[in-house]
């Protein structure tokens, strides 16, 4: 009997053993899983912490931008009461303009600017085209307006202002004033607000007459502090491609006085010929020709298309 109960002693002691040693393997497991749960909530916690800290940081860099790619197109479909340039030329629709490559910046590639500082990119009416780089500096991109504009920024068929009303030879003084202001455009920049006026030629003297060979020597002009904006030049008008060109048809062309202007000013100074009053370079109704001579007395009027200087590092291309 004495032998059975040292048995029995035997086997529980072994049993509870077990029992203990199952005890402290679960415990052990479930402290493992535990901390593996925690160690893999604490590893989501930071890769999400970092994703939305790097998705907030782009956000910023974007929201930074003054430009950034457009997403869609402006066009349009000529009907019988059209008056732009591009329907009374005899076209049936046109898009404006091109989206673009990623990383590339081309002639004609469409950005939404956010220029007047509200934080939204208005595809309707903070639109614009790349044009050329600036001749002086590379790093900076030259953006034409969608449509005429006034110094309120905002899209305008009534603004017609003369180049210069006395002499053009001096300067678009009177078109300058009628370009959207830095109250207007806070976000728009331009880095040369003083700058030699060109004829077509890179020179810098007009033929007044002909016959007896009279020069004029073009002036230095300056912007106002308080303009946003700038005529775009007879060579950067040159340098753009065909599509980009034909942006220029969106509201150009109108056939009667309450329409749209059927030339937009270019700031370049005609130098043959060009008269006591000075004749510069304009863009011109496709009914008739693309770029025309204006004025033709001092106080002809054309449409005033503004042109913007834009950092390549402030826009998201």
């Known amino acids: 009997m004495k032998k059975l109960n040292n048995k029995g002693f035997a086997i529980s002691t072994v049993i509870y053993a077990v029992l203990i040693i199952a005890v402290l393997i679960m415990g052990m497991l479930l402290s493992t899983m535990v901390f593996s749960k925690k160690t893999t909530d604490d590893l989501v916690y930071s890769v999400e912490k970092d994703l939305n800290s790097h998705i907030e940081e782009q956000d910023i860099k974007i929201s930074s931008k003054i430009c950034k790619k457009a997403t869609t197109l402006h066009s349009e479909t000529c009907t019988n009461s059209s008056t732009t340039g591009y329907c009374t030329a005899g076209g049936t629709s046109i898009t404006y303009g091109q989206l673009g490559n990623t990383g590339v910046l081309t002639s004609g590639d469409a950005f939404d600017c956010d220029v007047n500082g509200d934080g939204n990119y208005d595809p309707e009416t903070e639109r614009f085209y790349y044009a050329t780089d600036l001749e002086s500096d590379s790093n900076i991109a ?3 307006f969608y449509t005429n504009a006034g110094p309120d920024g905002t899209r305008s068929k009534g603004t017609r202002p003369p180049y210069h009303s006395s002499n053009s030879y001096s300067g678009p003084r009177d078109a300058a004033s009628m370009l959207p202001t830095t109250t207007a455009w806070p976000k728009a920049t331009l880095y040369n607000k003083t700058s030699q006026i060109y004829n077509e030629d890179g020179g810098t003297t007009v033929i007044i007459s002909t016959s007896t060979t009279t020069t004029e020597n073009l002036p230095i002009f300056t912007y106002s502090d308080t303009v946003a904006a700038r005529l775009l030049t007879y060579k950067e008008y040159s340098q753009m491609s065909t599509t980009a060109k034909n942006t220029f048809l969106q509201d150009l ?8 202007p059927s ?7 005609y130098q043959r010929g060009g008269g006591i009053y000075g004749q510069v370079y304009a863009i011109y109704s496709p009914t008739r020709e693309t770029i025309a001579v204006r004025p033709y007395t001092p106080d002809q009027s054309c449409g005033v298309r503004p ?3 834009v950092k390549k590092t402030d826009i998201d291309y």
């Open 142 to 144: 030259v953006l034409v």
């Open 253 to 260: 062309g109108g056939s009667h006085p309450t329409d749209w």
């Open 263 to 269: 030339c937009i000013w270019l700031n370049t100074a």
């Open 307 to 309: 042109i913007i200087e």
